[in-house]
């Protein structure tokens, strides 16, 4: 029985579990490089996209804002917009709540 004890006490670790430091950094590296093409860099594009956009609007531009009122711009401010969405009936918006430009035509269809 006693010769057991030295035995288990000279076990190895279990294997894969030595692996060295580099592997560690590499696995690393790659799992951020998944992420910011897969997460990151999407996200930036669309935020730019949007920018874009905000920077563009027009008096006259029809317009679809994040909660799904369509409308005519009728005029542009520094941080608002104001939409036509009947006739004689205008709403002020953030620039930032108009999440698209729709085709012209698109009021008198809908």
Known sequence: MNSLIPTAWAATAAPGSSGSPFTLVLFMVGFFAILYFLMIRP??????EHQTL????????????NGGLLGRIAEVGEQFVTLEVAE?????VQKVQVSGLMPKGTLKSA
Not at 43 to 48: A, E
């Open 43 to 48: 996200q930036q594009k669309k935020v730019k």
């Open 54 to 65: 905000i920077s563009k609007l027009a008096s006259g531009d029809e317009v679809v804002t």
């Open 88 to 92: 004689g009936v205008r709403v002020k």
